[in-house]
């Protein structure tokens, strides 16, 4: 096989490994050279479109816990709604990543804003209905980071196919529910908000312990983190945050992540610990 316009076919490159062969009786040997080889691995690898891989950043107190060190192009991963997600989208576009949102019309733009997401590299599809699989597969053609929550289980071949086509466009996805194959799942438990007083006061910040189960971990990661903090984004805890025994919103029962992502001026019912909104 000849070359073309100076371009070498890469078939060309695996009829070289033959060129080197001696025939004894029945058994062929082939040997390639060194250089040969080389060449056409790097081929194989082109054809089949593995690039080396490609790590998108996380927030600082998430990567130790992640396999990668961050979410890996090609992969999807389950990730709680909410605060974490913004944290892990506002870290994507601050690197000039573009991120996208399908079927979550509850994510408030002032929330993503105060988490630290780049809005101008922000694209949100709040409600693609049943069409939701499709606007995922085609913005995963142009976004590097896209979040999703399917309005149904989606089937094993259309995981696969959709898998494909993240690989081949180094597209990490997350998911907002259950997910085959996923490389990692993260959520939060053990919230402790604080910032209210003696009965009455204004949430700031919430101690959480982020929770990562990966295919290649036998047991989970984990680590505490601030998030929300006063500023609306993740940080490090510092000495005392989330310390047993402070009296702490979220120490009698849930509380809810406003999707303004605005402060609540909350009431402390003293006989059942509850937070509500002052009136």
């Known amino acids: 096989m000849g070359e073309q316009g100076g371009a070498e076919h890469p078939l060309d490159l695996i009829e070289q490994v033959f060129d ?23 081929t194989v690898d082109a054809l089949e479109g593995r690039a080396q891989r490609q790590v998108y950043p996380v ?3 998430l990567a130790p816990l992640l396999p990668d ?59 693609p209905g049943e069409r939701w699989l499709a606007v995922t597969a085609a913005l995963a053609d142009v976004v590097p980071v896209l979040a999703v929550r399917p309005t149904r289980l989606a089937t094993q071949a259309e995981a696969l196919r959709l898998a494909g086509r993240l690989r081949d466009k180094g597209t990490a996805l997350l998911v907002d529910g ?43 990661a984990t680590a505490r983190v601030v998030l929300p903090g006063a500023d609306g984004r993740m940080r490090p805890p510092r000495l005392g945050d989330g310390e047993p025994g402070r009296r702490e919103a979220g120490a009698g029962g849930p509380v809810r992540e406003w999707a303004t992502g605005q402060k609540q001026k909350v009431l402390m019912d003293g006989t059942d610990g509850e937070l509500r909104r002052a009136v």
């Open 20 to 42: 080197h062969r001696c025939v004894s009786g029945r058994h062929l040997s082939v040997v390639p050279n060194d250089e040969v080889i080389a060449r056409l691995r790097s």
């Open 59 to 61: 927030p600082e107190a």
């Open 69 to 127: 060190g961050g979410l890996r192009a090609g992969a999807t991963y389950r990730v709680q709604p909410g605060a974490l997600l913004l944290a892990l989208l506002a870290m994507a576009s601050q690197a000039e990543l573009w991120c996208g949102v399908v079927g979550m019309p509850e994510l408030g733009v002032e929330a993503a804003a105060l988490a630290g997401v780049t809005l101008e590299r922000l694209a949100l599809v709040p409600e």
């Open 178 to 220: 259950p997910w085959p194959g996923v490389e990692a799942s993260l959520s939060v438990s053990e919230p402790q908000w604080s910032g209210v007083g003696e009965g009455w006061g204004y949430l700031t910040e919430r101690a959480v312990t982020v929770r990562v189960a990966a295919k290649r971990y036998a047991g989970e």
